[in-house]
């Protein structure tokens, strides 16, 4: 197992974590200002290209899809 294929592992199961959480605190999350809330949805945007970057480098250097 290459250090690429590991952190992408890793940064799967953060990002699984992370909306585990975000559902079990909706209701303190929704109630927060609509700023915070963009503030959030961005970050969840950003984390989530990320995430699809790290795909693509996965699906170039090593052939790996996971939906094949």
């Known amino acids: 197992?290459?250090?690429s294929l590991i952190a992408?592992?890793?940064g799967a199961l953060v990002l699984l974590f992370?909306?585990?959480l975000i559902i079990c605190k909706y209701n303190n999350?929704?109630?927060r200002k609509p700023y915070d809330i963009v503030i959030l949805l961005l970050l969840i945007?950003?984390?989530i290209t990320l995430h699809g970057i790290s795909h693509?480098?996965?699906e170039y250097v090593y052939g790996y899809n996971p939906l094949k």
Do not use: C, K, Q, Y
């Open 8 to 10: 992408h592992i890793v």
């Open 45 to 47: 945007s950003g984390i």
């Open 29 to 31: 999350i929704i109630s």
């Open 56 to 58: 693509l480098g996965l």
């Open 1 to 3: 197992m290459t250090p």
């Open 18 to 20: 992370a909306t585990f």
